[in-house]
């Protein structure tokens, strides 16, 4: 027989199958599985890059190549040629000065493009109403922050002079969608025309200047920018991108991305494990269609390729359906969640199609494809005999290239190799341990029951009379419980986190250059104003020169792999300080702290506690020298600690700490942040008016940005776990289906020998809260291992028991497991015991 009658007659057995009901299990568990997939990767795919853009307004643009010399025009022609959108922007310091006086500031020049992302925010006058623009001022115009018109004793529609050039005031500058990443800037802010810089004057050879390329554009033209660029970058350029551009807002997307990743791991498995249980029942229900075939003059090969067609058309159908399906979902989501998610959100690519199509093939050709190689196997005896069962085959190879399949998958959907890992070999060790646990739990349970009622005796004898069986049951059901509690446990604990990172009081505005003398007055000051203020830290700006003797440059130079950082490091003025006790969200990784009371001997070299992943960039570890340069002074220090920093806080962090009285005799100035409630923001006025030398930063737009993006996160969790609970249900129904068949046998066996329907039910009760009450017993134990293993290595968050679920997941796991196994196996008491006889004959 060729192919195509082969094809043909494939198709035919397939209808005739469908209509006749055998395919539902195995079609149905393979279209949840893409429709999942599918559904998952577009909804996560297109909030993340709705999270990613809405943290592009924190850049002002998608990338941006930044440096202290003039950038090569090749950078911008590269940036034409990949058809992105690009502003040029230079920043620098300029005496601004009115007819009285005179303020050094910070001033940014900007041309007509800017910015690309996200939007500036004026006012007519300090603290009035804000207006939202796209458009940057005009020539012979600049916009000025407020504290400068205090400083300068001016107003909007007066004139400053910058350099040569004389520049009318035409607006209070409140928000640069890009300032975020400056926070540390002690000078007011100016933004000016790019087109008026040449009349300035003030930019010449060797001035110090930021040269910066703003770009914009769609991810496949800033992907292959970037990997154009970055070859090319001196040491003084920097690439900074949306993860990097903002440390909080680049956390948050990571974190996001992190969780979202594990949700979709979870569903893909529970996916793979629904098709595996339900291909299973289909090849035992073919053998003996498969021992007729042979007997009509099929070769083995000949009804492998039957079969084998078989199951491609119904991985065709359920592909394209699921992928249909997945759309749908993810489009009724989207409607569900109008008004909760961004206006517009970015149009979903190929490539969530293309996962969820692999996904189903990868799960149907993997698990599907080993129980259906045995009908090869199938003897034409079996026809006359038909307690004779086909040879196993050997599939470990195919089970394993689908375990690596389902592996590349699961790392497209987390983007990090360790959390896969820790998931995949974390798994295996679960299973492991949940199989010898339910081994053990049998055999617990074989001994105390013997007294118990005939109900309780039949329903345990049907787990105790095939422990192995049994054992398989509650291993499936145990990791089915176990990833819908992980998943259930990193939702709650992860968001929760996350979220008391940012409460509703964090801070909304830093402080900087408040002067010591000032320093009862100020904090008078906040307090007179409601303000809840984090504590005062003095702050010396300084440079890294070296590290034990030799220059830094040298140093970094030898640790390509983190050189990122570190080059940040050294290109720039840190900001040291020096404090007595170890600040709150600091915790020490290596080292010891110094004594509150501890005062350097006037001899003994300075101490200093270094940030740990800095520390990591530079190659530095404890007892390193390292060399500053402060106020044109030298200042050797030796490394006494390594602390790990909660960057997310928004309250005052440093790289450098050093212990109390080793900066004396330099100059300070003071830095702090506190929270103002929005209805107390017009006795800023008067602060500013009271300390004119401070520098004001509000940074209550990006703490929104960051509560919206967790917001939009909590919202996509919430529904990935929808998925997740989906998969697993389809799981447990494919898992009573497999047993189905031989439950009715027993069943019309029972009622033969004079069982009662009442009898039976109570019995099916019995088995299937027993079997759900040590899975859920199981599933406890092996959540809490998953999550200490992913807490530990992967998140690095701290973990504690989760008593809670000790005591509901067992309860709430046999009340599923016994309604949906009663429900699923009502078929048995409805089965007439003229069954057995029609068998036996």
């Known amino acids: 027989m060729n192919r195509p009658p082969l094809a043909r007659l494939a198709w035919r057995l397939l209808r005739r199958e469908w209509r006749a009901g055998e395919l539902t299990v195995l079609l149905g568990a393979l279209l949840i ?78 041309d007509a493009a800017y910015p690309l992302r996200g939007e500036l925010r004026i006012s007519r006058s300090a603290f009035a109403e804000e207006t939202a623009t796209r458009c940057v001022p005009a020539a012979g115009e600049i916009w000025v922050e407020p504290r400068l018109l205090n400083q300068l004793g001016v107003q909007v529609g007066d004139s400053l002079e910058v350099g040569y050039a004389t520049l009318r005031i035409s607006a209070v500058l409140t928000h640069e969608p890009d300032r975020a990443s400056d926070f540390y800037s002690l000078t007011p802010r100016v933004l000016m025309n790019l087109d008026d810089l040449d009349a300035t004057g003030v930019v010449q050879p060797g001035s110090r200047v930021t040269y910066r390329l ?32 903002n440390r909080q807002v680049g956390n948050a997307l990571t974190r996001a991305n992190q969780f979202l990743g594990l949700a979709s791991i979870a569903a893909i498995i529970l996916a793979g494990v629904a098709v595996a249980l339900s291909s299973g029942r289909f090849a035992l229900r073919h053998f003996d269609s498969s021992a007729l075939l042979r007997c009509m003059g099929l070769q083995r090969r000949q009804v492998l390729t039957l079969f084998t067609l078989q199951l491609l058309y119904i991985g065709i159908i359920a592909t394209v359906a699921g992928l249909a399906l997945g759309l749908l979902v ?135 009379k095939r422990p192995t069986a049994a054992a398989t049951q509650m291993l499936s059901f145990g990791l089915i419980f176990m990833c819908m509690l992980v998943v259930l446990i990193l939702r709650t604990e992860l968001l929760s986190t996350w979220q008391n990172q940012l409460p509703d009081d964090a801070p909304n505005h830093f402080v900087l250059n408040v002067l010591p003398a000032e320093q009862q007055a100020f904090s008078q000051a906040l307090e007179n104003i409601g303000a809840r203020s984090a504590p005062l830290y003095p702050v010396t700006p300084g440079r890294l020169v070296s590290i034990n003797g030799e220059p830094v440059r040298t140093e970094v130079s030898k640790e390509d792999g983190n050189r990122d950082r570190g080059t940040r490091a050294i290109n720039r003025d840190l900001s040291l300080t020096w404090a007595a006790e170890l600040p709150a969200d600091n915790q020490l990784r290596e080292g010891q702290w110094w004594p509150a009371v501890a005062a350097p001997a006037p001899s003994a070299m300075a101490r200093v506690s270094i940030e740990a992943e800095l520390a990591d960039s530079l190659g530095v570890t404890l007892g390193d020298r390292l060399g500053f340069v402060i106020e044109g002074r030298t200042l050797d220090a030796e490394v006494s600690s390594v602390r790990s920093v909660e960057w997310d806080n928004f309250t005052p962090n440093f790289y450098m700490i050093f212990a109390p009285g080793d900066l004396d005799g330099f100059p300070a100035t003071l830095l702090t942040s506190f929270y103002l409630p929005a209805e107390q923001r017009v006795a800023l006025r008067e602060l500013n008016r009271q300390f004119p030398a401070m520098t004001l930063l509000e940074v209550g737009p990006l703490l929104a940005q960051i509560r919206d993006i967790l917001r939009q996160v909590t919202l996509a969790v919430e529904y990935v776990l929808l998925f997740v609970l989906l998969a697993g249900m389809t799981v447990l129904f494919a898992a009573l289906q497999a047993t189905l068949d031989e439950r009715l046998y027993q069943g019309a066996l029972l009622r033969t020998l004079g069982a009662g329907r009442a009898l039976l039910r109570r019995a099916s009760w019995m088995e299937f809260l027993l079997l759900g009450l040590m899975s859920g017993l199981m599933a406890v134990v092996a959540a809490e291992l998953a999550t200490w293993a992913l807490y530990r290595f992967a998140l690095n968050l701290d973990w504690a028991p989760h008593l809670l679920f000790w005591l509901l997941t067992p309860s709430a796991a046999a009340l599923l497991i016994g309604c949906a196994g009663v429900w699923g196996t009502r078929a048995v008491l409805q089965q007439s015991p003229m069954r057995l006889i029609n068998r036996g004959a």
Do not use: C
């Not at 998952?40 to 909030?47: D, G, H």
């Not at 375990?403 to 190799?417: I, N, R």
């Open 33 to 110: 599985a893409v429709t999942i997939s599918t559904a998952i990767s577009l909804f996560t795919q297109r909030l993340e890059r709705s999270m990613t853009d809405r943290a592009a307004e924190f850049l002002g643009a998608d990338l941006v190549v930044s440096s202290r010399s003039p950038l090569p025009d090749s950078y911008a022609e590269q940036a034409a040629v990949n058809d992105l959108m690009l502003s040029h922007q230079l920043e620098f310091s300029s005496v601004m000065a009115s007819d009285s006086a005179m303020q050094l500031s910070s001033v940014k020049a900007v």
């Open 214 to 245: 703003l770009l914009s554009g769609e991810r496949q033209a800033l992907e292959r920018y970037r990997n154009w660029i970055e070859p090319l970058l001196a040491v003084n350029q920097r690439l900074s991108g949306v993860e990097d551009g």
């Open 330 to 464: 993810q489009w009724g989501l989207m409607q569900l969640l109008a008004d909760l998610l961004p206006p517009r959100l970015p149009e979903p690519g190929v490539l969530p199609l293309l996962v969820g199509a692999a996904t189903g093939f990868s799960a149907l050709l993997g698990f599907a494809l080993p129980p259906l190689l045995r009908l090869g196997n199938v003897a034409p005896l079996r026809v006359l005999r038909r307690d004779l069962e086909p040879m196993p085959v050997s599939s470990w190879l195919i089970y394993g290239l689908a375990l690596a399949v389902l592996s590349l998958l699961m790392w497209q959907f987390t983007g990090d190799l360790t959390i896969t890992l820790a998931m995949l070999f974390g798994g295996a060790l679960a299973a492991l341990l949940l199989g010898l646990l339910a081994w053990l739990l049998l055999r617990a349970v074989a001994g105390k029951l013997r007294e118990a009622s005939l109900a309780w005796r039949l329903g345990s004898g049907e787990l105790l």
